[in-house]
């Protein structure tokens, strides 16, 4: 009898300790898929940030580095400039990419550094228990915003993509969803064209996902889904910003 | 016997690095040690090394974490408030045990501070510097050659012991022009040998993994008490030191650095005035060189510590010498330098015959 789904040799045998309805899973599996797939797991160094996916070091079957909150990208830099023959994915949330990393996030982008990052937007500081993020919705409950984001106190969210779509450097980015199993297919989709233009030395790529957290969002994970679908998705929509590699094809 | 070249302290510490198997540099432009990522530019470039200039200090020390764990020789070099801006990297780097190579050419602080030489780093340097308990190695050169030798010296230790290492010089030494001889024949860092920890894909290997949290109950103390047989191996181990005419000083100068080279010229100026002084000059900070500093200070009267500070060192001096004499003390912060008259007439104006 033939297995129809087993666990990726991508990811290791270690119990994930996400919540139940987080999409750190969805992705952390896609990633793992890939590195199979794309035979380049034996190659890898990977960057587990600062956040609910800290322990991604131990969830990747490849090598790994934990690193700095925010210092992802400049990690993944010196990686990839002292070791050129390996792939290098950095994998981190909103907090970590938008926040504390905003500008290792833009230069690394502006620099193309020929690396893939993995960018999960969640809306919310999922570890530290839910407070405001660079990336939460206006008007948004959170702990640090409990009547919601006041964008005459506390700005606005951070359209992360088209940031960094400002810049010359990156070779492609693009932002999808992992709530539904068409946009999980899109998001392996995305994540492989990312891991491609690596592979061919092409430069910077950044995926944004959006993603569930039902906790962090006082929800239940059916409810999380359909949040990202009606409210979310209408502010970070979702498709390609960008892919350089397509228009030369052109 | 090698050639001699005339260079700029700034200069030796680049060709020392590269001579030492470095290929990697990334660093922040900050006074007064732009010569080195200037001159350093130029050197990768021709030794097919990376050269990077970063977007700030934060970016430069996180990218030497990554290279390093790959197993590059790496380096970085800043002057004192870039140097801040990297401790917190450097906490992650030594809670991962990975070896990296820092050269502090510092200047005068705090805040802001000026861009005169200055020894105000010493206890940020020698205490760990960013959160957590942690050493890093501080070598302090006190000339152009000494700038050339000690980053292999510097790669050799931090490498043996996997902990971060840093170079204590300051705005004098890296602007002063010396000869230097090529002391040691250049490393080719296709030689090193590779290590267990290095991260470059698990082909044929189990996966690695490099980190510095451990939540597991316990496992986090463990792993710091392990880490503390290495840093208590060094202190064992690697203190260094230079003693100038320290047999029959009644009263031992203790300086590093440029503080050590004018205390030197001081000391001169004394003796020719019949008094006995001598010079101890710490050349590991961390460790500190105590055990000689001890042996030393049981045959004098009375010690003077120079620095240009408002007085660090002076308690690693006072830890050293269990109290034998008294520990007077000399200091210019915020960027003075002692000079040689001062260190004359402050080594007359002690009282003696106190033991």
């Given amino acids: 009898m033939k297995p129809m789904f087993i666990r990726p040799k991508g990811l290791t045998s270690v119990n994930q300790r996400y919540c139940p309805g987080c999409g750190h899973g969805i992705v952390h599996r896609l990633i793992g898929e890939l590195l199979v797939e794309m035979d380049v797991r034996e190659k890898t160094v990977g960057i587990a940030p600062v956040g609910c996916s800290v322990f991604a070091d131990e969830y990747f079957n490849c090598d790994m580095i934990q690193v700095p909150h925010g210092r992802a990208c400049a990690v993944a830099t010196g990686i990839k400039r002292a070791r050129p023959e390996c792939f290098v994915f950095s994998y981190q949330g909103d907090g970590d990419l938008a926040a504390i990393g905003t500008a290792e996030t833009i230069h690394a982008a502006a620099r193309n550094e020929n690396i893939s990052v993995i960018f999960i937007n969640n809306a919310i500081y999922g570890m530290t228990g839910g407070q405001l993020a660079p990336t939460t919705l206006p008007g948004m409950k959170s702990t640090t915003s409990v009547k919601g984001r006041d964008i005459a106190k506390q700005g606005y969210p951070i359209k992360v993509v088209e940031l960094i779509n400002a810049l010359d450097g990156p070779i492609y980015l693009e932002r999808t969803t992992v709530h539904t199993p068409k946009d999980i297919i899109k998001t392996k989709k995305a994540l492989k064209t990312a891991f491609n233009y690596q592979l061919q030395n092409k430069g910077f790529s950044l995926i944004e996902v959006l993603s569930m957290c039902p906790t962090g969002w006082g929800v239940t994970p059916v409810q999380a889904k359909k949040w990202i679908n009606d409210v979310m998705m209408k502010y970070y929509p979702v498709g390609e910003v960008r892919n350089r590699g397509k228009e030369e094809k052109k | 016997m090698a050639a001699k070249e005339l260079m700029y302290g700034n200069h030796a510490i680049v060709e020392g690095v590269i001579a030492a198997g470095c290929r990697f540099f990334a660093g922040y432009p900050i006074t007064p040690q732009n010569e080195v990522p200037e001159y350093m530019s130029i050197r990768m470039n021709e030794v097919g090394g990376v050269f990077l200039q970063t977007e700030s200090e934060l970016a430069a020390i996180n990218m030497l974490f990554g290279a390093a764990a790959t197993g590059a020789r790496v380096m970085t070099s800043s002057s004192s408030p870039g140097i801040s801006l990297m401790q917190e990297g450097l906490s992650y780097i030594a809670g991962s045990d990975i070896p990296v190579l820092v050269v502090n050419v510092v200047r005068g602080g705090p805040g802001l501070g000026n861009i005169a030489p200055a020894q105000s780093d010493y206890f940020q340097s020698t205490r760990g510097g960013g959160h957590g308990d942690y050493y890093t190695i501080v070598l302090a050169p006190n000339s152009a050659q000494e700038l050339f030798e000690f980053p292999k010296l510097a790669f050799e230790l931090a490498e043996k012991y996997r902990v971060p290492a840093v170079i204590l010089a300051d705005g004098l030494l890296g602007q002063i022009m010396e000869p230097i001889v090529f002391s040691f024949k250049p490393v080719d860092p296709k030689n090193l040998p590779p290590q267990d920890w290095w991260l470059t ?142 260190i004359c007439d402050k080594l007359i104006s002690l009282p003696r015959g106190a033991k």
């Fill in chain 2, 201 to 342: 894909g698990c082909q044929g290997r189990e996966r690695r993994v490099v980190r510095s949290y451990d939540l597991k109950p316990g496992k986090l103390e463990e792993w710091n008490w392990r880490r503390n047989e290495r840093f208590q191996a060094i202190i064992k181990n690697e203190q260094r030191h230079e003693a100038i005419q320290c047999d029959d000083a009644e009263v031992v100068v203790v300086a590093y650095g440029t503080s050590a080279r004018v205390s030197a010229a001081g000391i001169k100026m004394a003796r020719d005035k019949g008094i006995k002084a001598g010079l101890f000059r710490p050349i590991s900070l961390w460790p500190f060189p105590a055990v000689a500093l001890n042996a030393i200070a049981k045959r004098a009267k009375n010690i003077l510590v120079v620095e240009m500070s408002l007085g660090q060192m002076i308690e690693d001096v006072k830890l050293a010498i269990e109290c034998r004499v008294p520990v007077y003390f000399h200091g210019r912060p915020g960027g003075g330098i002692p000079t040689t008259q001062e």
